[in-house]
């Protein structure tokens, strides 16, 4: 019978001192000193210590001891004891050694960084098992948690909108078509029109899921499967949302603060662990400031990361730009006055993490908009006909929630924040 796993490897803290607990993970290490013998197990939390000693072990778990391999996947019965010596603290002594699985040679060295990304990335499933992302996608869930609780604390309903579409959500051509039983059809880019509609029913909605970018990039920031985190409100503006997501990384400061020791010891570099104020800056004024820093850019021109990163000299490691050119923003981008419009991207440490803006509520105006990008409104009929049904004010967000964490964790590719990456050239596995 498979024993029940009590406690993580977390849990067991010297204040456990003489109780009975169950762990299971995988054999990080073994050390065979003579007469004491140490197993370190892993699990998703970590890291504890087994100590068998001679004369109080019993002889078979001894024996048990010398068949065991790095990686074998065993569960232990035993008494903690706390341990001035040992690991954090404290130790189990073994009662009971159960060997789940044998486990072979791993293909990678998961005990150093010396493999390289592309190398980690093709025996992903075995990269996982590394202290360092163990920690970095447990956190990503806490953080994912976090922007959950906002979104439900300010009356937003979680919603699920289609991956399989007719015709682009942008309006660009960059889309992955698939044959839809006896038509063609598209992964959805987006499900920004479907969350500006739900507006006019259910008011504030938002997503998390997969958004697919047929985009032949090949960089650091850039992924064709990404996991977006979209929100979209009724009768709210462009600073709603921005106040919306301040209040989102201040709860995320305050998690990464108190995940900071465990992220730190595995060597990641947690940013953004206080917060303060995040500065809006102007678009116009970021152009200024990058042309008195000698960056060769004009007002109409797109910002590139590394004119991104050099703004954090001026506005620190995050930071709001806001009243983009309407040409650089989708087509429902509400205009303010003239060429600006109701908008803004969320920049931290130099990566844009989130964009959004106030979007247009009338069907006349959003119809313009689409002509002067060259798009046909015909195309978007089945869009456009929810604006003279009483679609109401609403403004939301995008968030690449990938590059959040790149940019939260100090990671130097978007890959490492990513379980699978789907890129150009990477498929599988």
């Known amino acids: 019978m498979l024993p029940k796993k009590t406690h993580w ?32 197990l892993r699990d998703r939390e970590g890291f504890v210590q087994i100590t068998l000693k001679a004369g109080r072990t019993p002889e078979r778990l001894l024996a048990t001891f010398s068949e065991l391999g790095k990686e074998d996947a065993i569960a232990v019965r035993g008494i903690v004891e706390a341990s001035k010596i040992a690991r954090r603290g404290v130790e189990i002594f073994p009662v009971e050694i159960w060997v789940l699985n044998k486990a072979r040679p791993l293909p990678i060295d ?28 447990t956190a990503a869930s806490k953080i994912l948690r976090e922007i959950r609780e906002v979104l439900y604390g300010e009356g937003f309903v979680e919603v699920f909108t289609p991956k399989i579409i007719a015709t682009s959500t942008e309006g660009g051509a960059d889309l992955f078509p698939l044959m839809y039983f006896e038509r063609v059809a598209y992964l959805s880019q987006s499900p920004q029109l479907y969350k500006e509609q739900l507006t006019a029913s259910l008011e504030r909605v938002f997503e998390v899921g997969p958004a697919f970018r047929a985009e032949r990039h090949n960089t650091n920031y850039h992924l064709n499967e990404f996991t977006s985190v979209d929100a979209e409100a009724a009768f709210m503006d462009y600073w709603d949302m921005i106040q919306l997501l301040e209040r989102i990384l201040g709860r995320i400061a305050r998690l990464l603060s108190r995940e900071e020791p465990r992220l730190r010891e595995v060597g990641l570099a947690p940013r953004l662990t206080e917060l303060g104020s995040v500065p809006r800056v102007d678009y116009d004024e970021a152009v200024d400031a990058l042309q008195r820093a000698g960056y060769s850019v004009r007002r109409g021109d797109d910002l590139t990361v590394e004119m991104q990163k050099a703004l954090t000299k001026y506005y620190g490691p995050a930071y709001f730009i806001v009243h983009f050119p309407a040409l650089l923003r989708p087509f429902y981008t509400k205009r303010k006055d003239g060429e600006r419009t109701e908008s803004y991207d969320l920049v931290i440490n130099g990566i ?57 964790l100090g990671l130097e590719n978007v890959r490492q924040a990513t379980l699978y990456p789907r890129d150009r050239y990477r498929l599988e596995p």
């Open 110 to 137: 998961i005990w150093s960084e010396t493999p390289d990304l592309a190398t980690r990335l093709r025996w992903r499933s075995v990269d996982l098992k590394r202290p360092s992302n163990l920690a970095l996608f």
């Open 9 to 40: 490897s977390g849990d067991i803290v010297p204040e456990l001192h003489g109780k009975e607990v169950v762990v299971a993970g995988w054999v990080w290490e073994l050390r065979d000193l003579g007469r004491v013998k140490f197993i370190v």
């Open 352 to 408: 844009e993490v989130a964009s959004g803006s106030t979007r247009i509520h009338k069907r006349d105006e959003l119809e313009e908009e689409m002509k002067v990008r060259g798009l046909d409104p015909r195309l978007f009929e089945s869009h456009l006909s929810i604006f003279d049904l009483g679609m109401p004010p609403h403004a939301g967000f995008g968030l690449g929630f990938n590059r959040l964490l790149m940019a939260l």
